[in-house]
Structures are given as structure tokens and as C-alpha cells.
Nanobody, 124 residues
Framework: QVQLVESGGGVVQAGGSLRLNCAAS????????MGWFRQAPGKEREFVAA????????DYADSVKGRFTISGDNAKNTVNLQMNSLKPEDTAVYYC?????????????????WGQGTQVTVSS
């Protein structure tokens, strides 16, 4: 199995920045993608960003393009999400997850393991 631990969440004012980190351990060799999802109260879980461990493929949701950047460090089995120009609508619990499929990055059902989540709150 894979264990994922997120960190870096907190409270920031609109326009501010946060950097989320996800540390993975266990059988990470079975993972093709690492992704970030978020869920706000009363809303569906939505895709944020993903990165492939093979090559340098990245994907972003339209709502975060130009503001968020995903990056990874294979040697340390970590993935980061740099979030800039934060908006109140970015407020959510952010989860990292791993998928064995190098396709359909936006589909949460393909992700086998999930972290516990970290709260991001953007105040106005």
C-alpha cells in the first residue's frame, strides 16, 4: 500500500500564496501519477493538478491554470503544489492521491490511495 501525508495548508488573505507538500511512502513504484484534488463544503470533489513520474507531463484544471504549479521530486517521493494569487473560492480541503494509470488525470476514481487532506482557507 501507499501512504500519503499532506502538509502546508493554512489561512491566507486573498491574493496570497501557499505551498502544499505531499510525502509518499510504501509501494510507490506502482504509481504513474500523483495528483491534487480539492473539496469544498457542499461541493463535489474536483481535480486540481497532476504530474506524471514518467516524463514531465502535467495537467491543470482550468480554474487554477496560471496560478498553481505542480512539481515533484522522485528521489524524495514528494509532490508539491505552489498556489499563488489565491481566491476565496480556492477554500477547500486539498488531498493528494496516486494513480496507477497514466491517463484520465481528472478522474478521481482512478486514484487508488489518498492522503488525509489539508485545509486551505482564503479570506477576503
Amino acid at each position: 500500500q501507499v501512504q500519503l501525508v499532506e502538509s502546508g495548508g493554512g489561512v491566507v488573505q486573498a491574493g496570497g500564496s501557499l505551498r502544499l507538500n505531499c510525502a509518499a511512502s510504501g509501494r510507490t513504484f506502482s504509481s504513474a501519477l500523483m495528483g491534487w484534488f480539492r473539496q469544498a463544503p457542499g461541493k463535489e470533489r474536483e481535480f486540481v493538478a497532476a504530474i506524471s513520474w514518467t516524463g514531465a507531463t502535467t495537467d491543470y484544471a482550468d480554474s487554477v491554470k496560471g496560478r498553481f504549479t505542480i512539481s515533484g521530486d522522485n528521489a524524495k517521493n514528494t509532490v508539491n503544489l505552489q498556489m499563488n494569487s489565491l481566491k476565496p473560492e480556492d477554500t477547500a480541503v486539498y488531498y493528494c492521491a496516486t494513480s496507477p494509470y497514466n491517463r484520465a488525470t481528472y478522474y478521481a476514481g482512478n486514484y487508488a490511495y489518498w492522503g488525509q487532506g489539508t485545509q486551505v482557507t482564503v479570506s477576503s
